[in-house]
């Protein structure tokens, strides 16, 4: 069994900042890329920016410049650090990873619950 668990959300004011964390734990035989995702009311669920093994980066255009999605391998943890936030950055996000568990050598995507970040002054 697989869990992963977000922390770090929160009521900010806009142009401040926050560190989102997602931590995967379980029976994890490795990882691969890992991410987060966003949804805000009325809305589709987006890519927010995602990070291969290596170390690779992709971010949505909405974010370039004022998010940094980092990792840490050893802990099978990601970051999303979040600076000069903006109205239109309140969502709810979700944490992702594909990663194969020694139950099974085929890799499968896992999901967070899911975490609140709301901007408002």
């Known amino acids: 069994q697989v869990q992963l668990v977000e922390s770090g959300g929160d009521l900010v004011q806009p142009g401040g900042s926050l560190r989102l964390s997602c931590a995967a734990s379980?029976?994890?035989?490795?990882?691969?890329?890992m991410g987060w995702y966003r949804q805000a009311p009325g809305k589709q669920r987006e890519l927010v920016a995602s990070i291969s093994y290596g170390g690779s980066t992709n971010y949505a255009d909405s974010v370039k410049g004022r998010f940094t999605i980092s990792r840490d391998n050893a802990k099978n943890t990601v970051f999303l650090q979040m600076n000069s936030l903006k109205l239109e950055d309140t969502a709810v996000y979700y944490c992702?990873?594909?990663?194969?568990?020694?139950?099974?050598?085929?890799?499968?995507?896992?999901w967070g619950q899911g975490i609140q970040v709301t901007v408002s002054s």
């Open positions: 992702t990873a594909r990663l194969s568990t020694w139950s099974s050598s085929i890799s499968d995507d896992y």
């Open positions: 379980g029976s994890i035989r490795s990882t691969g890329t």
